[in-house]
């Protein structure tokens, strides 16, 4: 009745197959049918899988102990026949020595016993005397006696040899009913065979049962795993679709936040392009500043130059004016020469100290101006530098956002698929 329960259970499976992914109240209540159905065919199957194993053990235990009571009664047979045969060989040789001994002693006997009747009834040789016939006499009465002793032997032996014959045949018998009972054994063996053959064959019968059984068991473990499945895609095709909304509302977000660091980028080129103008201009300015320094400095030169010349003239004058002093008169005129050449020399050196300044005065200004400048572009460098990272953190960022978008649309599509297959195998791929 198994196989009929287990084709009902597969019906009922294959019944209940298209439904089990609906959900109603009806599914419900089929499938808990159909679960207790299935649990109690798999019950009374394992429970009748278990007697058979439990039968079979038996057997093969009592056909272990058999084929050990064979093998020991076969042993046994065989030293029995060994014993047989030996003794069957011995009792041969006894007869065939006996047989021996006995012609030959018959036939020494014979001749004695001739020669004596000779002696004793017949005329003694005339060259044997009395003495000497005595003495053979004896001898042969003690050859006699010897022979007799000899023939008392091989009787005992040949007595002895028939015991053995005796108990030869005792153990032909005993092993011809031993192998009696070893072909009745060997019949027991050759039903207790059939017996295990007809139990593999019920063995075999119940390995296909428990192999429908558990094809069975994985439909149903089938059918509940889509039906979880089913649910479970339901469910996270909906956690897909907020999760979808959601990433959806971020990369909105994103590309703002995108757009406005763009121009943001934007306007920090826009005010590094013109700090760089500057920078060009002050670097025109600082390039003017010292070829005007270069210019100072060549006044300088020319100041000091003067001024040496001046000053050699001055001491040229000065020294005529001590010789006039010296002399008897001063002339005028050098006087005012040498008051000249005095107020210009003073009007060198202050222009000369007045060029220094004003060239010391430009230099360091320029210098501040470049130094704040550079100072200037260099943290405009740095926030562009930081811009430009911000900028492709967020690239980096939206992309895996549109990667994502994109996986979890393809996993929605595929969810989606599977529902519809799961509701409707028929409408599969259309």
Not at 123 to 141: C, F, I, N, T, Y
Not at 355 to 367: A, G, K, P, T
Not at 399 to 407: C, F, I, L, M
Request: include cysteine; aromatic fraction near 2%.
């Amino acid at each position: 009745c198994l196989p009929s329960k287990a084709g009902f259970v597969g019906r009922q499976l294959g019944g209940q197959e298209p439904t089990a992914v609906a959900g109603s109240n009806t599914d419900d209540s089929a499938e808990m049918s159909l679960s207790s159905d299935t649990a109690e065919v798999l019950i009374q199957l394992r429970e009748t899988v278990a007697d058979k194993d439990m039968e079979l053990q038996e057997q093969e235990v009592i056909m272990d102990k058999l084929k050990e009571t064979l093998e020991l009664r076969e042993s046994q047979i065989r030293t029995l026949e060994a014993q047989a045969a030996k003794s069957e060989a011995r009792v041969k040789e006894g007869q065939e020595s006996a047989r021996k001994t006995m012609e030959t002693m018959r036939a020494d006997y014979d001749q004695r016993l001739a020669d004596l009747e000779n002696y004793v009834g017949g005329s003694p040789r005339s060259d044997v005397p009395s003495a000497r016939l005595d003495g053979q006499l004896r001898e042969q009465k003690a050859e006699v006696d010897r022979l007799q002793e000899t023939l008392s032997k091989c009787h005992a032996e040949l007595t002895a040899a028939l015991e053995w014959r005796e108990k030869y045949e005792a153990a032909v018998e005993e092993g011809i009913a031993k192998s009696q009972e070893l072909s009745a054994l060997h019949k027991v063996l050759l039903m207790k065979e059939e017996e295990l053959n007809e139990a593999d064959g019920a063995r075999n019968q119940l390995k296909q049962q428990k192999d429908e059984l558990h094809r069975l068991q994985d439909l149903v473990d089938r059918q509940a795993a889509e039906l979880q499945e089913a649910r479970s895609a339901a469910s996270a095709t909906q956690e897909l679709q907020q999760k979808y909304e959601e990433l959806e509302h971020e990369g909105t977000v994103k590309m703002a936040e995108v757009w406005a660091l763009q121009a943001l980028l934007q306007s920090r080129e826009k005010e590094l392009a013109d700090t760089q103008e500057q920078c060009d201009r002050l670097k025109l300015e600082i390039c003017q500043i010292q070829e005007a320094a270069e210019m100072s400095n060549r006044a300088q030169s020319f100041a000091e130059t003067r001024s040496h010349v001046l000053e050699a003239e001055l001491n040229s004058v000065k020294q005529r004016l001590v010789d006039a002093q010296t002399g008897p008169l001063v002339d005028a005129q050098t006087g005012q020469a040498l008051q000249a050449a005095e107020a210009e020399r003073d009007h060198l050196a202050a222009e000369l100290h007045r060029v220094q300044n004003s060239h010391q005065s430009q230099m360091q200004e320029s210098m501040m101006w470049a130094m704040d400048s550079e100072k200037q572009l260099s943290m405009v460098r740095e926030e562009l530098v930081e811009t430009r990272e911000q900028l492709q953190t967020y690239s980096e960022a939206q992309r895996v956002s549109e990667a994502q978008v994109k996986r979890l649309e393809r996993e929605a599509r595929a969810l989606r698929q599977r529902a519809l297959d799961l509701k409707c195998p028929k409408c599969s791929g259309t």
